[in-house]
């Protein structure tokens, strides 16, 4: 009960500080908080993930960080590809499941540092934007 | 075909690769995507990291609704566990954006990808 609050909550600060981590830290909560096994985690993380994804987008909206066109087309040419990942993810072992997703973990860590060390990657704006008094890459609340 | 028209056109045709890999892997994972969608912005569409991590959140609410609601058809959605994690998550968020403004992101950066590395030694190990 409170692990899975607690990992809600740090998936949570981590996604608005960061911009990542909802699920990739749901995931391994579910599974090593509440038990849950590989495919279970990942379905559950899925649902988790909604009411975040509205809530940091209605907030980033507000700032005009969201280009709504791309973000729609984006969204509705995912749906055929997310019903194929899902059968795929059932198709497979749990065991399996779990070692890929843990390679997933150590690339999202890796794709982490790499921006970290880089902190002048894609600061540079094609598109003309007016520019923020934060100096820094992070986006905005 | 005018510049400006194949221009349009290879554009949709990049969203297309994009919003498919990342609906892939956000089904396969059960995360949201942005892992795929916000350097492919960045790289391919010339996005800046700001607008490309707060157009891959809003995008991702539709995969992230759509994929939960395929894994429901298997039967593999706990909701009140979903609950359980999604609702202190989004306080999580609204905290961590108010903290994104006090606190030094890199250093947070590090950590989280320690965490994670951690993290996937105890998956595998278990």
Known sequence: MSGAIAVGLAGGIIAGLLGVGGGVLFVPGLVIFLGLDQHHAEA?????????AIVGTIRQDRYGNVERGDALLLGLLSLAGAGAGVALANALSGRVLRDCFAALMVIVAAQLVRRTLRPDAGRKPLRARPATERPDDRPPP | MSM????????????????????????????????????????????????????????????????????????????????EIGLPAVAGVLIGTWLQQRLPARSIALMFAAVLLASAVELVLR
């Open chain 2, 4 to 83: 400006a028209a194949e221009g349009a056109h290879n554009r949709t045709l990049k969203l297309v690769a994009i919003g498919s890999m990342a609906g892939v892997f956000s089904g396969l994972f059960g995360v949201g995507g942005g892992t795929v969608i916000v350097p492919l912005l960045m790289l391919w569409l010339g996005y800046e990291e700001r607008m490309a991590t707060a157009t891959s959140l809003a995008a991702i609410v539709f995969i992230a609704a759509y994929a939960a609601g395929a894994q429901g058809i298997y039967g593999n959605v706990s909701v009140p566990d979903a609950l």
């Open chain 1, 44 to 52: 559950t993380s899925l649902l988790a993930i909604v009411p975040v």
